[in-house]
């Protein structure tokens, strides 16, 4: 199967337990992380005592952060959560990043980073990997890359998500880092040629399912994030072109089974935790205003959730 070398991108405020779990009603194989997460805020709320559901499987969890030790604690608590892989952000390039002078920053410090990739291997054999950038600011040299690469897989790191363009940090919101820094697959692809030993996965403006087969051939893997996430029926167009996956879900079955899934997470959860990932159901279809109109007025309204399924009938 193709569709499971398919990511949905770590999106802070997006990639969270109810995203993941509408991204699982519609395919139970493309790979799932969670949001970034520090270790800062893993190791001190309750973060830590999340356990992973066996329908979440294959799923990552992302950190952030410049401490080996405090990747190494994380690391203890998260062998015993039920995650797959532990990776380590070093492509987020917000001002909150910069003053830690973690994410993207530490692309100009991989001593760190492979004093990070040691902690954690010796707390836990989960996999790991690291997700990162061409490079920083407008410089388009593949040097820093290269030595990351180099040093990190050396301590026991053996897959890398590129994100295909650079960080700029300073003066870039981390919504300009994803459009202004050019795309460049052709680079991402050197570093592959490069490590032919390693595993890289190419994320970075490939929105239709050809550019995802044509980049399947070039890597070992695929990320998505806010197409995904703006249009999540997209994943069954994945399935059907990679996997000739005939057997779909309607709409409106997506919505039955999800509002199912989330009847044991709702506890004290407010409609708009539970339900403002469901915009995007009805993307670019006749029923998408309509539709957005009415979960709009059941999130403000606080009315049962319950209510949803009788949108068909409208």
């Known amino acids: 199967m193709k569709i499971n070398k398919t990511y949905i991108a770590p999106m802070v405020g997006r990639t969270d337990v ?60 998260i062998k015993n959560n039920g995650y797959d892989e532990i990776n380590i952000n070093v492509g987020c390039p917000s001002s909150k990043v910069v003053r830690g002078d973690f994410g993207a920053c530490l692309m100009k410090k991989p001593e760190t980073l492979s004093s990070i990739v040691e902690e954690i291997t010796k707390h836990t054999d989960i996999p790991l990997s690291i997700k ?13 890359l290269v030595d990351l690469i180099t ?25 300009k880092n994803r ?38 051939n070039i890597f070992d893997g695929v990320m998505l994030g806010r197409k995904i996430y703006d249009d999540p029926v ?24 999800y509002l199912d899934a989330i009847q044991l997470m709702k506890h004290d959860k407010s409609n708009y935790l539970l339900l403002r ?9 006749p029923k998408s205003k309509m539709w957005k109109k009415f979960l709009h007025h059941t999130i403000s309204s606080d009315s049962s959730i319950d209510q949803l399924r009788k949108f068909k009938e409208l």
């Open 132 to 144: 990162t950038r061409l490079g920083l600011n407008y410089d388009e040299s593949l040097d820093l």
């Open 179 to 216: 459009s202004i820094p050019k795309i460049r697959y052709n680079d991402a692809e050197k570093i592959a040629k490069i490590f032919p030993d390693l595993q890289f996965v190419i994320n970075g403006e490939i929105e239709q399912v050809e550019s995802i087969e044509h980049q399947l």
């Open 18 to 77: 109810f995203f993941r779990t509408l991204v699982r009603v519609i395919s139970d194989s493309i790979n799932l992380y969670t949001e970034m997460t520090t270790c800062d805020a893993y190791l001190h709320t309750s973060r830590k005592y999340y356990k992973v559901d066996e329908n979440e499987h294959h799923i990552s969890i992302q950190l952030a952060g410049s401490d080996p030790k405090k990747f190494a604690q994380c690391a203890k608590i």
């Open 234 to 257: 997209f994943i069954q167009s994945m399935q059907t072109h990679l996997d000739g996956q005939s057997s779909q879900i309607t709409r409106s079955e997506i919505l039955e089974k």
């Open 277 to 285: 990932h469901l915009f995007g159901l009805y993307y670019n279809t």
């Open 151 to 175: 040093k990190t897989s050396a301590v026991g790191c053996k897959k890398y998500i590129i994100h295909a363009r650079n960080a700029v940090l300073g003066g870039l919101s981390p919504k």
